[in-house]
Structures are given as C-alpha cells and as structure tokens.
C-alpha cells in the first residue's frame, strides 16, 4: 500500500464521483493554487476509501490539445470520463455544470441496483446536499471530500456531521496527493 493506512475492508467497492470542475476552481484557484497529482489521487481513493470505480464529471468536451492530454492522463490514472452533452447550436455556451449528471448517475446506480458499497463524492458544492443527506439514511455514502474547507458549502458544516467529511487541503491528505514539480 502506498499510503499504508487503509482503515476500511479492503473488500469494499466503493465508487467515487468527482466534479471535475469544482476540484479544479477549489485547487488551481485556491490561496496558494496547489495541483492535485491525478494518479497519486486515485491511489489515495483506492486504498483510503476502497473506491473502485472512479467517475470523473467533466464539463463539455475540448478538442484543444491541451485538454485531450489532461483526458488522457485521467484515464490512464483510472478514472472513468464522463462529459457533459450539449447541443451542437449551444457549442459556443458550453457550460462544464455537471451537477444534475453526477445526481443522477448515482441515482441510476441505486435504481438499476448496480453493486457497489458506498458512495465517495468529491466537491464542496451545497446542491449535492440532498444527495448526501439521502445516502447517508440510506446508509449509502462514505465521505465528503471537498477542495478546502473555505470552498465548502455552509450546509455541510451545519447539517453534516464531521465523519462525513474531509477537505483535501488539508496538511495531511495534500501532503499525499500534490502534484510536485520534479
């Protein structure tokens, strides 16, 4: 294990979902901006959380090459793309809103009883409240992993209660999985 301390079963199948812009704006845009090393991070995911399906929520597709290579490092570090539709006449307005696609996807991994143990998201946007405080009585959801707790929604820290969450700026998680220049 790389990061030796995996308290969960190591049978669990757990399944993430990441909003792809939401870690970006919370890393890249934070005080100071830190990048995340996406293959230490699913690392991370695997062995802390035991997620084995790793979806991230991209906003629409970018043909430019410098958003290709990003895609394709994701997907080599194991994480399954998943990319806003548009319409071709909304091309110029493409929003990377991927809110109500993570929403359902995790429902439609609950109705159609697709096996998996619990639930990781990955973002501190306040419209997934509903979603956590459903998992979490349906005894579904693991953990909140927002970018810092500064880009948390207010509602997590009021209703939520603190095993449910953690923020990946913290000393103790960044110091795992941070991109190092070499």
């Given at each position: 294990?790389?990061?030796?301390?995996?308290?969960?079963?190591?049978?669990?199948?757990?399944?993430?979902?990441?909003?792809?812009?939401?870690?970006?704006?919370?890393?890249?845009?934070?005080?100071?901006?830190?990048?995340?090393?996406?293959?230490?991070?699913?690392?991370?995911?695997?062995?802390?959380?035991?997620?084995?399906?790793?979806?991230?929520?991209?906003?629409?597709?970018?043909?430019?090459?410098?958003?290709?290579?990003?895609?394709?490092?994701?997907?080599?570090?194991?994480?399954?793309?998943?990319?806003?539709?548009?319409?071709?006449?909304?091309?110029?307005?493409?929003?990377?809103?991927?809110?109500?696609?993570?929403?359902?996807?995790?429902?439609?991994?609950?109705?159609e009883k697709e096996r998996f143990?619990?639930?990781?998201?990955?973002?501190?946007?306040?419209?997934?409240?509903?979603?956590?405080?459903?998992?979490i009585q349906k005894n579904k959801?693991?953990?909140?992993?927002?970018?810092?707790?500064?880009?948390?929604?207010?509602?997590?820290?009021?209703?939520?209660?603190d095993i449910y969450r953690d923020?990946?700026?913290?000393?103790?998680?960044?110091?795992?999985?941070?991109?190092?220049?070499?």
């Amino acid at each position: 294990m790389l990061f030796g301390e995996m308290w969960y079963n190591t049978i669990m199948n757990n399944q993430a979902f990441i909003d792809g812009q939401n870690l970006y704006l919370g890393t890249e845009h934070a005080k100071p901006a830190w990048h995340i090393d996406f293959r230490k991070f699913r690392v991370y995911l695997k062995e802390k959380y035991g997620v084995e399906k790793a979806y991230y929520f991209v906003g629409a597709y970018d043909s430019v090459v410098d958003a290709r290579g990003l895609y394709e490092s994701l997907q080599q570090a194991g994480y399954i793309l998943i990319f806003r539709e548009h319409s071709d006449s909304a091309i110029s307005k493409k929003k990377g809103n991927v809110d109500t696609d993570i929403v359902f996807t995790v429902m439609k991994h609950l109705v159609e009883k697709e096996r998996f143990d619990k639930v990781v998201l990955v973002s501190g946007d306040g419209d997934y409240f509903r979603l956590v405080n459903y998992l979490i009585q349906k005894n579904k959801f693991l953990k909140l992993l927002s970018p810092s707790k500064k880009s948390t929604s207010s509602l997590y820290a009021q209703r939520t209660a603190d095993i449910y969450r953690d923020f990946l700026d913290s000393a103790s998680i960044k110091r795992k999985i941070e991109y190092k220049k070499r």
